[in-house]
């Protein structure tokens, strides 16, 4: 998981709770980075996921 933040250290920590409420504890990797803006004005996050099928335990 890739994540984009237009205010990084403001919101990571508010991010971070609701990524831990749904996500497992075993969650992806993950890499967050601070941008000066993204496509839209009113965006303030993006998120880039990759998933496999058949790749988890369930």
Known sequence: ????HTDLR????EFVDV???H??????SWTAFGVTQLARPELLVEIRVVAAVGSGDA
Not at 10 to 13: M, Q
């Open 23 to 28: 996500l497992p504890d075993r969650y992806l």
């Open 1 to 4: 998981m890739t994540t984009f």
């Open 10 to 13: 403001g919101d990571i920590a």
């Open 19 to 21: 990524k831990d409420e």
